[in-house]
Nanobody, 121 residues
Framework: VRWVESGGQMVQAGDSLRLSCAAS????????LGWFRQAPGKEREFVAA???????YYADSVKGRFTISRDNAKNTMYLQMNNVKPEDTAVYYC????????????????WGQGTQVTVSS
């Protein structure tokens, strides 16, 4: 699977934006999907995941503000980011997994190239 990530931009605190990851193959429905992010000088961390059945999982830091979704017909996954904060500034990556340890980075593969989100205060 190859991804085309989009939606990253510079925004102000409190704004909303939506990230997209479009897959090159029509087998997206076979995978659980995840979003991770990496801030400058920090390790990559789990943000959100959605299972093949549509169940969602979130990091505590984004719960209630971010929403992950998928459209298998369009081979695309999304991350709706509301009420963003400066600490959300990072490069955001999409990836797939077939395992159910959704927050564990090592279980994911087919990583996207990343899209930069910058939140100013």
């Amino acid at each position: 699977v190859r991804w085309v990530e989009s939606g990253g931009q510079m925004v102000q605190a409190g704004d909303s934006l939506r990230l997209s990851c479009a897959a090159s193959e029509d087998t997206l429905s076979d995978y659980h999907l995840g979003w991770f992010r990496q801030a400058p000088g920090k390790e990559r961390e789990f943000v959100a995941a959605i299972s093949t059945s549509g169940r969602t999982y979130y990091a505590d830091s984004v719960k209630g503000r971010f929403t992950i979704s998928r459209d298998n017909a369009k081979n695309t996954m999304y991350l709706q980011m509301n009420n963003v904060k400066p600490e959300d500034t990072a490069v955001y990556y999409c990836a797939v997994t077939t395992l159910t340890a959704f927050s564990l980075e090592s279980t994911y593969y087919y990583w996207g190239q990343g899209t930069q989100v910058t939140v100013s205060s």
